[in-house]
């Protein structure tokens, strides 16, 4: 049986609905109750995870990440701000990646070898940041997403782990079924919510047998659909809240049906 990645993009509910940072404080943090669900679930399943860790996160909840690490997860980089890679510039890009990177090993997270853009970030138009990450000792980067989406999207990227352009650092997309000529998203996240569970299970079925691994992403504020409901507009507030009761449900369907472990294991990346 092929072993897949889980991955766990560890931030609050308030931090990916394109807030600015200035703002984040003014709103209820519970990222300690929904995280604790997730870690029980993970345990309940024998499961371990790459946890890619944002550096707010980091700074403010330091004994958070250390459980987590002491749980037996990998832990990765999330980057600082939450900010879309293609509105920062190289230099940007670097202070928010390398601060992120300090923030970690302050936690006593020392050996960050994996990395994940906010919002999948990484496009055609800063497919530099790839090389930033490379420079600053990140061995593995899953931040492309082989889709088309009005955030993120490289359509006719390549759809399994490989390394960038022959060199030490390998892409894991973000992975998609490729059926009736298009590439579906099957990866988690609101398209686990949104989709019919046998959509997932049918994708990622299809990869394996292929004799591929397939990534899983989920955020644990997925599993609190009690969270604050806050203005929005329509089309963040259609993926962002739709469908939260069925998280848990089917994240365990999920974990029973598929092998699982953390992505740098998958990779075998030392």
């Known amino acids: 049986m092929i072993t897949n990645a889980l991955t766990v993009d560890l931030e609050d509910w308030y931090h990916g609905i394109e807030l600015p940072p200035e703002r984040w404080r003014e709103f209820e943090d519970r990222l300690a109750g929904s995280c604790d669900r997730l870690l029980s679930l993970l345990d309940e399943a024998g499961v371990s995870a790459t946890f890619f860790v944002l550096g707010d996160v980091a700074e403010r909840q330091p004994e ?51 990395y994940r853009a906010p919002y999948f970030s990484i496009t055609r138009k800063s497919l530099w940041a790839l090389g ?23 359509p006719d990227a390549e759809r399994t782990p490989h390394r960038v352009n022959g060199g030490p650092l390998v892409e894991f997309p973000i992975s998609t079924w490729r059926f009736a000529g298009r590439n579906i998203p099957v990866a988690g996240g609101a398209y686990f919510r949104l989709l019919p569970y046998s959509v997932t299970r049918r994708g990622i079925a299809a990869i394996n047998r292929a004799g591929n691994p397939a990534v899983f992403y989920i955020h644990p504020w997925e599993l609190d659909p009690d969270h604050p409901r806050i203005p929005l507009p329509r089309r963040i507030a259609a993926t962002h ?18 092998r699982f472990a953390p992505m740098r294991y998958v990779l075998d990346v030392a």
């Open 132 to 154: 930033v990450l490379a420079e600053l000792g990140i061995r593995y980067d899953s931040s492309i997403f082989p889709v088309r989406n009005y955030r993120y999207g490289i």
């Open 64 to 114: 958070l990440v250390r459980a987590i690490a002491a749980a037996g997860h990998e832990i990765g980089s999330h980057g600082c701000s939450h900010r879309f890679v293609y509105d920062q510039d190289e230099h940007e890009f670097r202070v928010d990646l390398h601060r992120s990177i300090d923030l970690l090993g302050a936690c006593g997270c020392d050996d960050v070898a994996g």
């Open 241 to 258: 809240y739709a469908n939260l009761g069925a998280t848990e449900r089917r994240l365990r369907k999920l974990l029973g049906d598929f």
